[in-house]
């Protein structure tokens, strides 16, 4: 069986997309984990010795597919998502040119398989080296003002992502990516699902961004990325700054579990860095710098959509509802929790995290936080969760002591006190 899907590979070349499209169809199958004969796309992968190893013909061939007309594209994009679980993959799919092309074909707001392509950068980024090349990578932009998406990657064109008519004049500019992936995301957001696909404005839902930008920000570029004042416009850098945090943290209520706990995750992540919690918490009238920088943008904002999935439908004292966020204030008797017990958990060890500043000690006090995770310990039914709120309490309630009067001065939290402590504990980056 092994030999005769070998016998598969060279008509992946084959000019006949017709044969393309059967070829690869039958190698789909052996992709997944697990599957019997999946070491046939690997063999030749790992090197002998010093040599580096070299691309193999069969995950060119599949690079190469990835810009096929939609049958074969689709089924290209499948193949990579399933194989790039394997970090002997990881180097081929994010050398400079493949990557470029990935970025730019997500960008393109007519690209048929975009959520396919946002699944294999999500699988990418779980490696350290995709992720700082992310971060570094620009793709050549070209404005395209009189069409609704605005701009055309000029790298994402292929068989399922025709160039814009009449094709945009001018040059093209260089223009970093993460800010434009963020600014698709947000854009995938308001596609209306029950919708027809081709009246789209956007044809893909891009929700693994969400997790594309977690893994990004378990590294401290990847924090100080979100944390740092940028153009509200990525195409006009004389627009407003704005952290690029503050675009993406609505969606921690989103109603698809993988762009909201993303989502959670990276707003977690940021708050690992002590230096940003005066932006994350401070509202949006108030100027604010995270250092090193030395610009400031309006505050993130961030406590209503960390305590929003944490809140359900009980009443409170008018009192105790005066110190919540606005958007806290007199919720619906019809109000959930977030169902998902991990995402609860993430949500509960972020504000564990912001509890690490005597500055942000305070103000969680002064913001009612003690009145929303009071009810979610009451309804909560997994111990883990339950066991992260009433560390929480004990930081919110307990007696400040001489040595947290200094706003620099920290307090560890998650386990971090020393090795001893019990790893379930631990706080880390997700």
């Keep these: 069986m092994e030999a005769q899907l070998k016998e598969l590979i060279p008509f992946l070349r084959d000019k006949n997309p017709q044969v393309r499209q059967i070829a690869l169809s039958n190698l789909l199958g052996q992709t997944p984990e697990g599957s019997p004969h999946r070491n046939i796309f690997y063999h030749g992968l790992e090197g002998a010795g010093l040599q580096k190893p070299k691309e193999t013909d069969i995950i060119r061939d599949l690079k190469l597919l990835c810009r096929d007309q939609l049958a074969v594209a689709h089924d290209a994009f499948r193949a990579l998502v399933n194989l790039s679980d ?10 400079p040119a493949f990557l470029a092309f990935l970025v730019s074909y997500i960008l393109n707001a007519d690209s048929i ?13 779980a490696s350290s080296s995709p992720c700082a ?13 009189f069409s609704p998406s605005r701009l055309f990657p000029t790298l994402s064109r292929s068989g399922t992502c025709s160039a814009p008519i009449p094709y945009p004049p001018g040059e093209p500019q260089d223009v970093p990516a993460l800010p434009l992936l963020i600014d698709a995301f947000v854009e995938g957001a308001l596609i209306d699902p029950s919708g027809d696909r081709a009246s789209r404005k956007r044809k893909g839902d891009l929700h693994f961004l969400a997790s594309v930008f977690a893994n990004i920000s378990t590294s401290p570029a990847g924090r100080t990325f979100f944390v740092t004042p940028r153009p509200t416009d990525p195409l006009n850098p004389s627009s407003i700054n704005e952290y690029p945090l503050a675009k993406i943290i609505a969606f921690t209520e989103h109603q698809d579990t993988i762009r909201r706990g993303g989502v959670a995750s990276t707003l977690k992540n940021c708050a690992f860095s002590s230096q940003a919690h005066r932006a994350i918490l401070s509202p949006d009238a108030e100027a604010v710098v995270v250092p090193p920088s030395t610009l400031s ?11 929003l999935p944490l809140a359900g439908p009980e009443e409170l004292d008018l009192e ?10 007199f919720l619906p008797s019809t109000k959930k929790r977030e169902a998902d017990s991990v995402l609860r958990k993430t949500h509960v060890e972020t504000l564990l995290l912001l509890c690490t500043t005597r500055w942000g000690r305070d103000y969680l006090r002064d913001h009612g936080v003690y009145e929303i995770v009071r009810g979610a310990h009451m309804e909560e039914t997994v111990d ?5 709120i009433e560390r929480l309490v004990q930081l919110l309630k307990g007696d400040e002591g001489v040595e947290t009067i200094d706003e620099s001065d920290l307090v560890r939290v998650g386990g971090q006190e020393d090795d001893g402590d019990d790893e379930d504990n631990r706080i880390e980056e997700v």
């Design 320 to 329: 105790d509802q005066e110190k919540l966020p606005s958007a806290l204030q």
């Design 133 to 145: 090349a992310l971060l570094a990578l620009k793709v050549p932009i070209l404005e395209t003002p």
């Design 297 to 307: 943008a309006p505050g993130i904002d961030a406590l209503p959509y960390i305590l």
């Design 113 to 125: 398989v975009a959520d396919l392509a946002s699944m294999l950068l999500s699988n990418l980024t």
């Design 86 to 95: 394997s970090p002997l993959l990881v180097p081929f799919l994010s050398e």
């Design 384 to 388: 883990m969760v339950s066991e992260h």
